[in-house]
């Protein structure tokens, strides 16, 4: 245990899994690509079926009138939730193979923080924040394979070194190990280990829903604000579980999600083809009429109402998509699926997303004029709790 | 109770240091300017500091960031949720508790200080020979709000440590002369609950407005407002003062004669018979034999280059001069003074000429034409030369000279004469006399002290030099000069210089701008121009930091 006591991370999982560390190059993998996965959107299977609300519109629906009557009254959204995730490589790892070879894998490092804020009397204070430090290994790290929990026991025995002991006070900790697959495929290995960091922070994310729909702290009056897509994708246990999966689906009954950036190539409204121009021109407080899509491959058979809305003038914006977002929400009851959103409801929350759009983060932040205040704050306080690139290499 | 309020900030640009450092607050937490407060500190200590500035500020980048967030300039727009916003605020340190002297640490707990900290922390805590000096206020208008009286070591301000007070601020709004009147208040009290017989003080002041100080042995009326009455009868008790007026008084008015179109003083005549009939009140008159040495003080503002005035008035005061020796009257040397203005007068051998002579001639006689400048004082009919009131002057006596009702040029000379008489007395040039027992300290007090030691007065003035030695030379002799006047900057540096006591009151921004207030942080200067009736900044050396002091009402009899 000493031995652990006084040892550097590498030379922890050195020992734990026989691999040998070459001490290479650390990095931040951040700069270098944005989020190699493309979820959602970018799949090919993806299904835009029919419209997503109860009302047969065709045209763009002006929403000026409402949010103007609805200004000052009460607010909708009251949580804000937003996950980041910063990702390094931290160093290459050998493992021997047969025929005396060594192959040599990178080995992925990321600190993972979520954070949920809650707006009273137009304050925001912090409602719950987590964090965690993960690393990604590949599968063969574990000589055996089967070891049932090699993984987190490693981790645990990370948590126990000098290195983290500095840190732990304030509420980092190694959460787990992550492996991803060594198999030789197209995707390059960091990317694998990024996508599995990604990956656990959606987790991570949905765990905070889930968490706030079991207190009860979410309803019709006070909605969640999700920065980004709601395309998560649910886990094979999930599926197999009906009870659970109708849960998860339910959590997201008062959760809306907010993209600032979508690609405009598969923004299908109504009809099959790409019409990325109709979005372009979308009126200034105006919103699209609702889509339904699902995307069965990757979402199983979660549908999705999908619409846009302009929340600043083009005039005052660079690019034509500059000032509208994408707003996404889960179809939970049946009756939702079957006939999608009500409209009054979709007109009700784009009128309430469109008197989010003051204060801006003008400034300080490039993607302004597409960015909710609140969400922007929320994404501040998390990013203002990670550790900096230098600390955080540090520890390897 | 100590609040715990905020946390200090260090960053790269803005680190603390020995002297300053910065914190964040509540965007709503009241503070304001010289409250103090208590920084958690190395080995246990704490650290005092004073809060000199408190800015608000929010994540918008730039004012272009609040124009956008009104979509593009609607004034209308109501922001859906508020911006991110906190105020910091800049601290002086005053203090520590452990004398540990290294900055405060980043985030650092800053809490509000209890009524015995903050004196403690201000250097107010078991100050030698207290002397009330007015009271504090700390987080005003909030529930933790502190109000403590502040005391300064009287040595410090009567000498023999340090003397003389400085107050200045505009008319009205800095009531300069209720502040003087109030210190001198608890002087007096304080003297007369004395049993110490070898310190003593007495008072000479000169009432220069209206009928302003011409009833301080009077109590306040307060225009039958009973709450008033009651609350500054209150504020007094708190400071340890009595609520009665001045004890000791004695008014001087300048004499007139009873046929005399023209009155010498605001004083209404029924008051006056009052004032005779009680005895507090002397008619006072310059008479030639005894007061022709003062004649140069007629002199205050008129330029001398060739010294010739001087020239003239050592002539008239030599007694051997074979022209003006044996003059009993004023009327006398006028008479001389006309005759050597004569044409054709100056025989050879005369070193003044006759048109120095006509030059003097002009001012003495408009001077001398006043009642006050008479052949002789009759005691009998309540009348004395001021001179010898003053030699006389008892410990704990309050000596009030009208001069209100006079023009400028014999307001210089009444205060310039008094102001020789009481240095010679102090001197000990009278002590041979009966009756002459001065107190061990005189406190002279004068509005208006521009009139007589502004920038622009000649620098040969007699009046001047008389308020240069009292102010430099004062200090050891027991003489101190509490000065007010409307614009410090238009003071004379060495008299300013010499007080160890100042008095900041309301003033304006173009007083504020000069560099007499260079060593004043900017929100001071604000500040000052903006202190309500009654405040103060006051600068003593004792005091670790200037300190905000409000004073109460005055006690004395006021009239509208």
């Known amino acids: 245990m000493n031995a652990i006591k006084h040892s550097r991370i590498m030379e922890i999982l050195e020992r734990e899994t026989g691999g040998h560390s070459y001490k290479s190059h650390k990095y931040s993998l951040d700069d270098s690509e944005r989020s190699p996965v493309e979820y959602g959107e970018a799949s090919k ?103 049932q929990g090699f993984l987190t026991a490693t981790a645990q025995k990370l948590n126990a070194g000098t290195e983290l002991a500095r840190i732990s006070s304030s509420g980092w900790k190694f959460s787990t190990i992550l492996s991803y697959k060594s198999a030789k495929e197209e995707r390059e290995y960091n990317d694998k280990g990024t996508a599995q960091i990604q990956n656990r922070m959606m987790e991570n994310e949905q765990k905070m829903v889930a968490n706030l729909v ?183 | 109770m100590n609040r715990l309020i905020g946390r200090v900030l260090a960053t790269e640009k803005n680190p603390t240091t020995m002297d300053k450092f910065s914190f964040w607050t509540e965007q709503n937490e009241k503070l304001n300017a010289f409250d103090i407060v208590k920084v958690k500190h190395l080995d246990g200590s704490f650290t005092f500091g004073v809060i000199e500035n408190i800015s608000h500020i929010t994540d918008a980048t730039s004012f272009l960031t609040n124009f956008i967030s009104s979509d593009f300039g609607d004034v209308s727009v109501e922001e859906q949720t508020f911006r991110v916003g906190m105020n910091y605020a800049e601290a002086k340190v005053s203090f ?78 800095a009531s300069k002369t209720s502040y003087a009147m109030f210190l001198m208040k608890a002087i007096q009290d304080q003297y007369l609950s004395s049993s110490n017989t070898d310190d003593s003080v007495a008072f000479v002041i000169f009432n220069v407005k209206g009928r302003d100080l011409m009833a301080i042995h009077k109590p306040n009326e307060f225009d039958g407002n009973t709450k008033l009455h009651d609350k500054t009868l209150a504020d007094y008790a708190e400071m340890g003062l009595t609520t009665d007026p001045f004890k000791k008084v004695r008014y001087f008015i300048p004499f007139s004669e009873a046929t005399s179109a023209k009155r010498s003083t605001y004083l209404d005549p029924d008051d006056i018979d009052d004032y005779i009939n009680t005895d507090i009140l002397r008619k006072f008159k310059y008479v030639y034999e005894d007061d022709k040495e003062s004649i140069e003080m007629m002199f205050a503002n008129t330029d001398d280059p060739q010294q010739t005035m001087e020239s003239i008035i050592s002539k008239i005061i030599d007694d051997d001069d074979p022209d003006f020796r044996n003059l009993a009257t004023w009327a006398d040397c006028m008479e001389k003074v006309a005759e050597k203005s004569q044409k054709g007068s100056g025989g050879k051998g005369e ?78 040039e009278y002590d041979g006399e009966d009756g002459v027992a001065p107190p061990s300290r005189l406190i002279i007090f004068i509005d208006e002290l521009n009139k007589y030691a502004s920038k622009d007065i000649p620098k040969g003035s007699p009046i001047l030099r008389q308020i240069l030695e009292v102010t430099e030379r004062g200090r050891s002799l027991g003489i101190v000069l509490f000065a007010a006047e409307q614009f410090r900057s238009n003071i004379v540096d060495r008299v300013t210089g010499n007080c160890s006591t100042h008095a900041y009151g309301r003033t304006n921004s173009i007083e504020t701008a000069t560099k007499d207030y260079s060593s004043l942080p900017g929100t001071y200067k604000n500040m000052l121009t903006r202190l309500e009736q009654g405040d103060y900044l006051i600068q003593n050396p004792i005091f670790r930091s200037l300190l905000k002091i409000h004073f109460p009402r005055p006690i004395y009899k006021q009239f509208k």
């Open chain 2, 351 to 428: 070193d003044i000429s006759v048109l120095s002579w006509r030059k003097f001639k002009r001012v003495f006689r408009k001077a001398i034409q006043d009642d006050m400048f008479a052949n002789r004082a009759d005691s009998q009919k309540h009348e004395c030369r001021l001179g010898d009131a003053l030699k006389t002057i008892k410990p704990n006596e309050v000596c009030v000279i009208d001069i209100a009702k006079l023009p400028e040029d014999k307001q210089a000379f009444v205060f310039g004469d008094t102001m020789r008489t009481l240095y010679n007395l102090k001197l000990g």
């Open chain 1, 214 to 396: 079991s207190e009860k702290k979410l309803n019709d009056t006070n909605f969640l604000v999700k920065d980004g897509s709601l395309e998560y994708r649910p886990s094979k246990a999930m599926r197999n579980n009906e009870r659970e999966y109708q849960k998860f689906k339910n959590n997201y009954d008062y959760v809306i999600g907010v993209s600032k950036k979508f690609n405009p190539e598969v923004c299908l409204v109504l009809g099959d083809k790409p019409n990325p121009g109709f979005i372009a021109k979308l009126p200034p407080y105006h919103r699209t009429p609702v889509a339904y899509f699902t995307d069965p491959d990757f979402l199983g058979d979660i549908g999705f109402a999908v619409w846009y809305i302009r929340v600043r003038d083009q005039a005052r914006t660079r690019t034509p998509f500059d000032g509208i977002v994408k707003v996404e929400k889960i179809l939970v009851t049946s009756g939702e699926v079957a006939n999608g959103m009500d409209s009054d409801l979709v007109d009700l929350i784009s009128a309430h997303i469109i008197n989010e759009r003051n204060p801006v983060c003008y400034g300080s932040d490039m993607r302004w004029a597409n960015h909710l205040y609140p969400i922007y704050l929320t994404e501040r306080y998390v990013k203002s709790h990670y550790l900096s690139t230098e600390s955080f290499l540090h520890l390897f």
């Open chain 2, 96 to 173: 520590n508790d452990c004398y540990l002297y290294t900055p405060v640490h980043n985030n650092a707990e800053v809490y509000l200080a209890t009524k015995e900290e903050v004196t403690f922390a201000l250097g107010l805590k078991d100050v030698d020979n207290p002397l009330v000096c007015g009271s504090l206020k700390m987080y005003e208008g909030t529930p933790d709000e502190i109000n403590l009286p502040v005391h300064l070591n009287s040595k410090f301000l009567l000498g023999p440590e340090g003397a003389h007070l400085n107050i200045s601020g505009i008319s009205g709004l």
């Open chain 1, 45 to 147: 299977s993806i299904q835009w079926k029919r419209r997503g609300e109860t009302k047969d519109i065709r045209a763009y629906v002006s929403l000026v009138e409402l949010s103007h009557q609805i200004r000052g009254g009460e607010q909708l959204f009251t949580y804000f939730l937003d996950g980041s995730r910063h990702v390094y490589k931290v160093d290459d790892m050998g493992f021997e193979k047969s025929g005396n070879r060594t192959a040599i894998y990178p080995i992925i490092a990321g600190q993972i923080g979520i954070g949920c804020c809650r707006r009273e009397n137009k304050r925001m204070y912090c409602e719950k924040f987590e964090r965690e430090i993960v690393v990604a290994m590949p599968d063969i790290a574990q000589s055996s394979g089967k070891k």
